[in-house]
């Protein structure tokens, strides 16, 4: 599996969650210049509701930010052990120890983005292939690390 393309595109999903949000955000403060009226308090609730949305919003747009920041720091350079940047496959999947994106298909293959906070990359931590680790009762063995 090429890590380079792999981490193009992390990083390309990265930014359109960014632009998602951050559209998000636009529309909603539009929405909210929208409702400004003289027809009293009921309309400063709805107001208020549509900040704490635009905040909320904000929060993860910063969390996406520096998830972005983060892979900035990934070296694309082969791997014998579990660690950050490294692509883990066991017989359960394929995990790629970056940022936490979730699972897509990449090359054909189902990739699943972890950060290395995870419980799960912190069990394969240091591993190497044919080393053993088990989360949550399950064991799994690292079949390949690249």
Sequence with gaps: MDKASLLITV??????KIQNFEKLISETRASSNDTKSSMGDKYETGREMLQQEINNLQVQLNEVLKQQDFLKTILV???DKAEKGAIVKTERG???ISV???EFTFENQKIICISPESPLAKAMNGKQKGE??????MNQKILIIE
């Design 11 to 16: 990083k390309t999903k990265l930014s359109e």
């Design 77 to 79: 350079k082969p791997s």
């Design 94 to 96: 394929s995990f790629f």
């Design 100 to 102: 936490s994106l979730g």
């Design 132 to 137: 053993a680790f088990s989360l949550n009762n």
